[in-house]
T-cell receptor, first 115, second 114 residues
């Protein structure tokens, strides 16, 4: 149980375009989903927290207009990187948890390369 | 706020030897403690966690970690490693509150050699 999927697993896009990444909880209701960014050989940096049906809460320094997060259902959250630039290239990982549960379960990650 | 320090960035170890990965944390509130493992180009997998009760927790693949409140530590150990244990290991803590936001350590790269 507690499986989280992400799609796509990798994406290459041109600078200036937008990219959408999906995060799904496959066998549980994810009342809260988190989006992280990971640079090579580094730890995970929390970008934002989203509760189902509410606006996402962004961490300091994360541009909410650039990284649009939608959590419209209990099994799906999306991260849209708008007007992508090469510096947005990174590994994006989502996680999900159920209400009252302490543990976050992570997706397999999405590698974004902006040319 | 919470912070996590993983004292070893890289740990090379021979197959069948023991390994210990050190993790210390600081927090003004009570926390839950986690170890996650990340294989190359993959997401994180939960290895084990301490929520309450016995301070020694074990995973199904032979890892164990002990919560030491006085030393604010949660070191991870395995008595005999396999080549397949080569991975990145992250220690993380979250407050015992509704948001459960995780704070991660910098990670420890374990490389197991034959």
């Amino acid at each position: 149980g507690a499986v989280v999927s992400q799609h796509p697993s990798r994406v290459i896009c041109k600078s200036g375009t937008s990219v959408k990444i999906e995060c799904r909880s496959l066998d549980f209701q994810a009342t809260t989903m988190f989006w992280y960014r990971q640079f090579p050989k580094q730890s995970l940096m929390l970008m934002a927290t989203s509760n189902e049906g509410s606006k996402a809460t962004y961490e300091q320094g994360v541009e909410k207009d650039k990284f649009l997060i939608n959590h419209a259902s209990l099994t799906l959250s999306t991260l849209t990187v708008t007007s992508a630039h090469p510096e947005d290239s990174s590994f994006y990982i989502c996680s999900a948890r159920s209400w009252g549960q302490e543990t976050q379960y992570f997706g397999p990650g999405t590698r974004l390369l902006v040319l | 706020a919470q912070s996590v320090t993983q004292l070893d960035s890289q740990v090379p170890v021979f197959e069948e030897a023991p390994v210990e990965l050190r993790c210390n944390y600081s927090s003004s509130v009570s926390v839950y403690l986690f170890w996650y493992v990340q294989y190359p180009n993959q997401g994180l997998q939960l290895l084990l966690k301490y929520l309450s009760g016995s301070t020694l927790v074990e995973s199904i693949n032979g890892f164990e970690a002990e919560f030491n409140k006085s030393q604010t530590s949660f070191h991870l150990r395995k008595p005999s490693v396999h080549i397949s244990d080569t991975a990145e290991y992250f220690c993380a803590v979250s407050p015992r509150s509704n948001d459960y936001k995780l704070s991660f350590g910098a990670g420890t790269t374990v490389t197991v050699r034959a």
